[in-house]
Nanobody
Framework: QVRLVESGGGLVPAGGSLRLSCAPS????????MAWFRQAPGKERNLVAA????????FYADSVKGRFTISRDNAGNTVYLQMNNLKPEDTAVYYC???????????WGQGTQVTVSS
């Protein structure tokens, strides 16, 4: 397992934007699939977006389509989640994850808080 480190969370008004970043604590990610999850208070952790190194974005949750974009840098060292037109219901702790395929994530970050005020 590789420890992942997220950054970029914060407090933003509704309609604002944030960009989250995720990088491995060592020099490489542990698998070809990277993803962002989020967990709101009292709710389950849900998949928000996923990307593979070879084919690019592979999944967006319906609630974020058209507003969020997952991407990676060319060196493969960092994965991003650009979040635009944020809504109060996007408030959650956002987690980065890595694995060999969707549903098989074995490396996680500690999470970063995103709070959207109304």
């Amino acid at each position: 397992q590789v420890r992942l480190v997220e950054s970029g969370g914060g407090l933003v008004p509704a309609g604002g934007s944030l960009r989250l970043s995720c990088a491995p604590s060592t020099h490489t990610f542990s698998g070809p699939v990277m993803a962002w999850f989020r967990q709101a208070p009292g709710k389950e952790r849900n998949l928000v977006a996923a990307i593979t190194w070879s084919s690019g974005p592979t999944f967006y949750a319906d609630s974020v389509k058209g507003r969020f974009t997952i991407s990676r840098d060319n060196a493969g060292n960092t994965v991003y989640l650009q979040m635009n037109n944020l809504k109060p219901e996007d408030t959650a702790v956002y987690y980065c994850a890595a694995g060999v395929r969707l549903g098989a994530f074995d490396s996680w970050g500690q999470g970063t808080q995103v709070t959207v005020s109304s």
